[in-house]
């Protein structure tokens, strides 16, 4: 399963990202998206690819995520790195690019496990 779309410069427009998009949506999976400049790129979680009744779920989700994420971010930090968390959106930027693709892949899975894992303890009846 690929965990993340990577953009480049020669990646002209937002086709390949909407695309991505699209199929994060059709299939339920987070959609992360790296975008590469030269030797540094940025990651990005949006939870825009999940249906709206969706949202209480992650917003429940936020201090765990936002913990997961520091300690991601935590290992792949520089001087130069920036980390941010807000609501629904996660982000590591000036990443080196080698780096920012194994960050990617951890996020990509810390959101998938965390999503499922509250699906289930939302379906459980009380």
């Given at each position: 399963?690929?965990?993340?779309?990577?953009?480049?410069?020669?990646?002209?427009?937002?086709?390949?990202?909407?695309?991505?998009?699209?199929?994060?949506?059709?299939?339920?999976?987070?959609?992360?998206?790296?975008?590469?400049?030269?030797?540094?790129?940025?990651?990005?979680?949006?939870?825009?690819?999940?249906?709206?009744?969706?949202?209480?779920l992650l917003f429940a989700l936020h201090e765990q995520l936002k913990v997961e994420a520091q300690a991601i971010y935590d290992r792949y930090k520089s001087k130069d790195?920036?980390?941010?968390?807000?609501?629904?959106?996660?982000?590591?930027?000036?990443?080196?690019?080698?780096?920012?693709?194994?960050?990617?892949?951890?996020?990509?899975?810390?959101?998938?496990?965390?999503?499922?894992?509250?699906?289930?303890?939302?379906?459980?009846?009380?």
């Amino acid at each position: 399963m690929e965990k993340f779309v990577e953009i480049t410069r020669k990646d002209k427009g937002f086709n390949k990202e909407n695309s991505w998009f699209r199929s994060c949506r059709e299939t339920g999976i987070p959609c992360v998206t790296l975008k590469a400049r030269s030797k540094l790129a940025m990651v990005q979680w949006d939870y825009m690819s999940y249906p709206a009744d969706m949202d209480d779920l992650l917003f429940a989700l936020h201090e765990q995520l936002k913990v997961e994420a520091q300690a991601i971010y935590d290992r792949y930090k520089s001087k130069d790195t920036w980390f941010s968390a807000g609501p629904g959106v996660i982000a590591f930027r000036n990443l080196a690019l080698a780096d920012a693709r194994e960050a990617a892949s951890e996020l990509f899975d810390v959101i998938y496990r965390s999503v499922s894992e509250g699906k289930l303890v939302r379906a459980k009846p009380h």
